[in-house]
């Protein structure tokens, strides 16, 4: 099974930007999509942004805009450009790979504080 980890949270003031890095132990191209994901304090995971193996990527209402979604295969990495932090940003985030089979594997998760 794969393995995801997540790195590149902290904490950011209000305007401020951060890239997140979600590392996989193998091949991105094994998955249909890769995806990042977060849960703030007391409420539901929800998608954040996903990057389908050969489509278009796809992004949350809330942070259209101001993050971007990318992959470097090389590397087998993907990221989350999240530019023009709010508050309401501040969430665990975690890393998503569905694989063309239906299984889905999650990262442990990095935290991301938006505070002045």
């Known amino acids: 099974q794969v393995q995801l980890v997540e790195s590149g949270g902290g904490l950011v003031q209000p305007g401020g930007s951060l890239r997140l890095s979600c590392a996989a132990s193998e091949s991105i191209f094994n998955f249909y999509a890769m995806g990042w994901y977060r849960q703030a304090q007391g409420k539901q995971r929800e998608l954040v942004a996903a990057?389908?193996?050969?489509?278009?990527?796809n992004y949350a209402d809330s942070v259209k805009g101001r993050f971007t979604i990318s992959r470097d295969n090389a590397k087998n990495t993907v990221y989350l450009q999240m530019n023009s932090l709010k508050p309401e940003d501040t969430a665990v985030y975690y890393c998503n790979s569905a694989s063309w089979d239906g299984m889905s594997t999650w990262g442990k998760g990095t935290l991301v504080t938006v505070s002045s």
């Open positions: 990057i389908p193996s050969g489509g278009r990527t």
